[in-house]
């Protein structure tokens, strides 16, 4: 995944230059950058992007101190800006012009952005604990996908804002600039492969002159360019080792991960030492928010805590329990290290630790004779639209998200494969043409612009819901929060002498499960339409079999000396690809979605009842009495993380 941070000239750049360019250690005071980097045992920093030439630097050039402090640290000067000042004044110019020789247009206090690649945990641990060809062939790999998101970042989501009130907006045709500084493991000491890019905001536009892109439009494209690098690596991982990926629920109700397939999930517990101290402290954190009162013994704020208020609490937990950085070690005693490590705390068998790749081949293998690598462009716009749809407040989104979602659902169904080039905005095209409903002011200046313009879907919400709910009476507003009562899933208040660690705290659920539901549904209700041409039935068949559940896959083909028998049909048969393939020649499209109309059906029932049993709930904790007051904590705690109104979606956690 990608995280993003600001970089700011001051106190922000010197703790880059202190910490994360040697490795997230402490630099002595006066050291080298060189010789401290030798010390911490990481790499040296490497320069990256389309913008070097123009600043006289290439590509995989080391980064030094002087042209870190210059670009990053003296708000966007020349990476070179000491040469070039010297070199002025020597020719007699004054010492006014000389600065601003040496400056990369107006100066600035956002200097650029913190990028973090990592990847997915069951990748990192092959490189921690394979062999060197494995460790060799993922940071190449690792390498790659952050080149490509780069480049998507340099041609998409890089404005430069130039004109009165930022009215002109030109792509840096040159490109931009970044360092690029690794990282081997975590503060814990546990492997984690990672990568900081240092991205710098200056692009040079078509006059030769130097402005800034636009932080917010780079911002909001976050998610999009995490998608990207998760399904870019993941593929060249997998291509080149020959393995496959699976979905793995890491939280009920949350989006799957896309993980590869034979890495025992004990070892991705091995490695979350780091994360049940942040769970732990965040469960206090989360106590001290639903129970906090006013001076009035009223509760301050909503009685379950949202997404957003959660993001705010996980930063705050993971700040309050972050360990000094262990002592440095090199690669490769990291390595014998870890492997140790694994054997003896990890609960996986010695052999099955050394011989990870091959089972990882192996569980490849029974994944590739069950799933084929079907994307149906048409099928793949309804997926895509609808959980869009859901999981953005009031049904209201923009491109960017669709173009996430698409890169997401790509990652799921072609489980580890390249895919064509083009295809994740063939999708969002046929979405936004089929599926999507303009609703911009075109009056703004933003709602002029493609990337701004705002959609819904061409469906409601009562289209996608089950109808077999009654209808439920809305809690007061002011008690709970704003999330469709329905699906509301509040636990009752904690029960006298129950400590925070023995209660459910009770959470606004996300709408990832609702969303599944919703593209299920809206399948079923276009597949006399959606797929009407002849000929398509493998095709559309085998992109549903890909996207399904993994319980729900088709088991590893029987015996040969079987295949005359005809199997057992049951309630949660999978769907069974060597029949599939001959609905080509006898039957028709409609025909061939009959197969799956049980399985959705299925998962709508499951869905319903997880739907009732909560609205249920949420009934009961309406009719209960407020639960006796606990006492206030300190105020300024709570004011970082208030929860704001509900609106479009605004960041990762949301959904997107």
Not at 79 to 104: F, N, Q, T
Not at 452 to 466: E, V
Not at 497 to 508: F, K, L, M, S, Y
């Amino acid at each position: 995944m990608m995280d993003i941070a600001i970089i700011r000239a001051g106190q922000m750049y010197r703790y880059y230059l202190r910490q994360v360019v040697v490795g997230d250690g402490r630099r002595p005071a006066r050291m080298p950058l060189r010789e401290a980097q030798e010390q911490a045992g990481v790499p040296v920093g490497r320069w990256m992007g389309r913008g070097l030439a123009v600043l006289g630097l290439s590509a995989g050039e080391e980064v030094t101190e002087s042209q870190l402090r210059n670009l990053f640290g003296e708000r966007g000067r020349h990476p070179y800006a000491d040469r070039i000042e010297a070199e002025e004044l020597a020719a007699g110019k004054s010492p006014k012009a000389a600065v601003r020789a040496g400056a990369l247009g107006r100066r600035v206090t956002v200097t650029g952005f913190d990028l973090v690649f990592r990847p997915q945990p069951t990748i990192y641990l092959l490189w921690a604990l394979g062999d060197e060809e494995t460790r060799q062939v993922i940071e190449a790999a690792h390498e790659r996908a952050i080149e490509r998101v780069l480049e998507w970042i340099e041609d998409e989501a890089a404005v430069i804002r130039y004109g009165k009130d930022g009215i002109y907006k030109v792509r840096p045709p040159g490109g931009l600039v970044a360092a690029r500084f690794r990282h081997y493991e975590a503060r814990s000491g546990m492997p984690l492969l990672h990568d900081h890019l240092l991205l710098s905001v200056k692009g040079q536009r078509l006059d030769g002159k130097w402005g800034s892109i636009h932080s917010e439009v780079v911002l909001e494209n976050t998610v999009a360019a995490s998608s990207l690098y998760n399904e870019i690596v993941a593929a060249e991982v997998c291509e080149d080792l020959g393995l496959a990926t699976e979905p793995r629920t890491v939280t009920a109700g949350r989006r799957p991960v896309m993980e590869i397939a034979g890495v025992p999930h004990e070892l991705i517990r091995w490695t979350a030492i780091r994360g049940e101290q942040i769970a732990a402290c965040l469960t206090e954190l989360e106590h001290e928010y639903v129970t906090a009162v006013d001076d009035d013994g009223e509760l301050k704020y909503l009685p379950a805590v949202s997404e957003r208020a959660r993001v705010e609490l996980m930063r705050m937990a993971a700040h309050k329990t972050r360990p000094p950085k262990p002592k440095a070690r090199s690669l490769t005693q990291l390595r014998a290290d870890w492997k140790q490590s694994a054997i003896d705390t990890s609960k996986v068998a010695a052999d099955i630790i050394d011989s990870l790749l091959e089972r990882a081949r192996a569980a490849a293998a029974r994944i590739r004779a069950r799933v084929a690598a079907v994307v149906d462009v048409a099928l793949a716009a309804v997926d895509v639209a609808a959980v869009v749809f859901v999981m953005n407040g009031g049904g209201r989104f923009h491109r960017r998200h669709l173009l996430a979602e698409a890169r997401r659902h790509l990652a799921l169904v072609l489980r580890g494969r390249r895919r064509d080039p083009g295809l994740d905005e063939d999708i969002v095209r046929t979405a936004l043409a089929t599926y999507c409903l303009d609703i911009s002011e075109p009056k703004t200046t933003r709602g002029r612009l493609a990337d701004y313009r705002l959609y819904t879907a061409r469906w409601a919400l009562s289209d996608l819901a089950s109808a077999r709910r009654p209808p439920t009476p809305v809690p007061d507003p002011d008690r709970l929060p704003p999330a469709d009562p329905g699906f509301s899933s509040l636990a009752a208040p904690r029960p006298p002498g129950q400590g925070a660690e023995e209660w459910d705290i009770p959470r606004v659920p996300l709408s990832y499960d609702r969303a599944v539901l919703a593209a299920a549904a809206v399948r079923e209700k276009l597949r006399t339409t959606a797929t009407a041409v002849r000929g398509r039935a493998y095709d559309v068949v085998t992109h549903q079999q890909a996207a399904m559940p993994e319980q729900l896959l088709v088991p590893a083909a029987a015996d040969p000396e079987d295949e005359d028998q005809e199997p057992e049909a049951g309630p949660r048969e999978a769907i069974d690809l060597t029949a599939l393939r001959a609905l080509r020649e006898s039957r028709t499209d409609v025909e061939a979605l009959d197969l799956t109309a049980e399985r959705l059906r299925h998962l709508q029932d499951a869905f319903t009842k997880a739907a009732d049993d909560s609205r249920t709930r949420a009934t009961r904790y309406t009719e209960q009495d407020d639960a006796d007051a606990v006492g206030p904590v300190r105020r300024d705690d709570q004011q970082a993380h208030r929860p704001q109104e509900s609106g479009p979606h605004r960041g990762r956690e949301a959904g997107h």
